[in-house]
């Protein structure tokens, strides 16, 4: 569950959410973060190729934190 602050603040982080929405992802599970917003999936999931380019227009990069404890996590900056 996301909190309010994560929740879209912008034309285009709505457009982004509209989008993902649209390909089947669940609105709580999109979450706009951080003071330089940045775009995280669930627990830090990776987008579906489709859903990446359904979006790309908005991400400026995305970054993988590698983990041995458990899955690699992904988040995705914003123009």
């Avoid at 089947?24 to 990776?46: H, N, V």
Wanted: charge should be negative; glycine fraction near 6%; include cysteine.
């Amino acid at each position: 569950m996301r909190l309010p602050e994560e929740r879209p603040s912008t034309i285009r982080e709505q457009e982004i959410e509209t989008a993902l929405v649209n390909l089947g992802y669940s609105a709580e599970d999109i979450q706009f973060r951080g003071d330089s917003r940045y775009l995280r999936i669930g627990y830090w999931k990776q987008l579906t190729p489709e859903a990446f380019a359904a979006i790309a227009k908005y991400i400026t990069y995305t970054q993988c934190i590698e983990d041995d404890d458990c899955v690699d996590g992904y988040f995705y900056f914003l123009h």
